[in-house]
Nanobody, 118 residues
């Protein structure tokens, strides 16, 4: 069982930055691929970025070049650095984990609100 706790959300003006953190429990953090997702009001949840244990990353086109996902395996934590924020980035951001050998994310955090004002 893996527990995920996000932090770092808040209100920021367009063009600003935020750094989200996701602290995880468990002793096998490096065995998990980690991802960030977001859900805006009235919209479906969408994938934002993901990272596997060797540090390889992938990003949605909408955030590529502005967001950076990283992980600290020693601290069992994954981060999402968000720069050049836009009002359309406003959403609840969720951290998720999956075993590297499985395609589905099995574990989810409670979410953290990010609001970008224009």
């Amino acid at each position: 069982q893996v527990q995920l706790v996000e932090s770092g959300g808040g209100l920021v003006q367009a063009g600003g930055s935020l750094r989200l953190s996701c602290a995880t429990s468990g002793r096998t953090f490096s065995s998990y691929a980690m991802g960030w997702f977001r859900q805006a009001p009235g919209k479906q949840r969408e994938w934002v970025a993901s990272i596997i244990s060797d540090g390889s990353t992938n990003y949605a086109d909408s955030v590529k070049g502005r967001f950076t996902i990283s992980r600290d395996n020693a601290k069992n934590t994954v981060y999402l650095q968000m720069n050049s924020l836009k009002p359309e980035d406003t959403a609840v951001y969720y951290c998720a984990a999956r075993l590297i050998i499985t395609p589905q994310y099995s574990y989810w955090g409670q979410g953290t609100q990010v609001t970008v004002s224009s």
